[in-house]
């Protein structure tokens, strides 16, 4: 029997996690999302804290577009606040989505912002 969907994310969560990692110089870009809204957060792995974090559920970022459109106006506000905040690189983790769609929007739209990854 095949592995469910969630197991199979887990597992590619697992391989890619062995190599990232983030510092305070360098956190980790981790996105996660679910089926309505979208969450991304900056890590410090060696400390364990959250740095700086935003949602699709944040009040200034509500859009009225579909989940594509959403991811990107999180990823450009997400990209902005790291900026202020002194982060201008990070290691960008999937967390086992693929790279594609809502993902990748949320990705591009940080980088246009410019967040380094």
């Known amino acids: 029997m095949g592995l469910t969907k969630l197991e199979r994310r887990q597992r590619i969560k697992r391989r890619i996690?062995?190599?990232i990692s983030g510092t305070a110089n360098k956190p980790r870009l981790s996105v996660f999302r679910s089926n309505k809204e979208i969450y991304v957060q900056l890590i410090d792995d060696v400390s364990g804290n959250t740095l700086l974090a935003a949602s699709s559920?944040?009040?200034e970022l509500k859009s009225d577009g579909n989940k594509v459109e959403t991811a990107k106006a999180v990823g450009k506000a997400f990209g902005e606040k790291a900026l202020k905040a002194g982060v201008t690189t990070c290691s960008f983790?999937?967390?086992g989505y693929l790279y594609h769609g809502r993902v990748k929007a949320l990705a591009e739209a940080a980088r246009e912002a410019g967040?380094?990854?």
């Open 115 to 117: 967040l380094k990854f």
């Open 57 to 59: 559920r944040d009040k």
């Open 93 to 95: 983790d999937r967390n």
């Open 17 to 19: 996690r062995k190599i």
